[in-house]
């Protein structure tokens, strides 16, 4: 099976804070992604990487950067946390770098709360 | 542009009743299209998807999908839910240029009454 880790189930940071949410996949995925999920507001996507060292954004990625030094890591990086993004963090992953059919594995999520 | 929209925030059925989410995209060509399941503190977890050929899909737990091009739906159904099944669903689409990305619906919160 496959296995999306993310290292942390929730935080609580201060704002002003640097923050890093790591994740990481023991498939040898190409794609990888991080979404934002808010109450009636879905899934949004943050950033997305199709290999290492390479990302784009999504539709939300103010305030945030990303990090992929290797394959099976990708990093979320909050550079001064604010109180509106207080919120749960998905990781995702998928096997081929183009392809509309492919299946997204998710972590578990990570509860930020910044105070 | 491509949007999901999930019509029903919050649905409530008794265990054993049938259910229905209700699933509407907008997309030009033909879509590939995904349900997902979020149990409480968990990521989420694929329940079925549709690529291409027969519109009725099957998926894991009991749960099946129609792709109705016509209505621009893909509505999720299972004919007895069980007090398990409460949690969120959420209806995605795939996005144009075969990224590999996935445009989210709003959710569906499902709570199963005994």
């Known amino acids: 099976d496959v296995k999306v880790t993310q290292s942390s189930r929730y935080l609580v940071k201060r704002t002003g804070e640097k923050v890093f949410l790591e994740c990481v996949q023991d498939?040898?995925?190409?794609?990888m992604f991080w979404y934002r999920q808010d109450p009636g507001l879905g899934l949004r996507l943050i950033y997305f990487?199709?290999?290492?060292?390479?990302?784009e954004k999504g539709d939300i990625p103010e305030g945030y950067s990303v990090s992929r030094e290797k394959k099976e890591r990708f990093s979320l990086i909050l550079e001064s946390a604010s109180t509106n993004q207080t919120s749960m963090y998905l990781c995702?992953?998928?096997?081929?770098?183009?392809?509309?059919?492919?299946?997204?594995?998710f972590g578990a999520g990570t509860r930020l709360s910044v105070l | 542009a491509q949007s999901v929209t999930q019509p029903d925030i919050h649905i409530t059925v008794s265990e054993g009743a049938s259910l229905e989410l209700r699933c509407n995209y907008s997309?030009?060509?033909?879509?590939?299209l995904f349900w997902y399941v979020q149990s409480p503190g968990q990521g989420l977890q694929l329940l079925l998807k549709?690529?291409?050929?027969?519109?009725l899909v099957q998926g894991i737990k009991g749960f099946e999908a129609e792709f109705k091009r016509s209505q621009s739906s893909f509505n999720l159904r299972k004919p007895s839910v069980h007090w398990s099944d409460a949690a969120e669903y959420f209806c995605?689409?795939?996005?144009?240029?075969?990224?590999?990305?996935?445009?989210f619906g709003q959710g569906t919160t499902l709570q199963v009454k005994p």
């Open positions: 997309y030009g060509a033909t879509p590939y």
């Open positions: 995702a992953s998928t096997p081929d770098r183009v392809g509309g059919r492919n299946i997204q594995y």
């Open positions: 549709y690529f291409s050929g027969d519109t």
């Open positions: 498939m040898d995925h190409e794609n």
């Open positions: 990487s199709y290999d290492v060292k390479m990302k």
């Open positions: 995605a689409v795939g996005r144009s240029g075969n990224t590999g990305k996935l445009i």
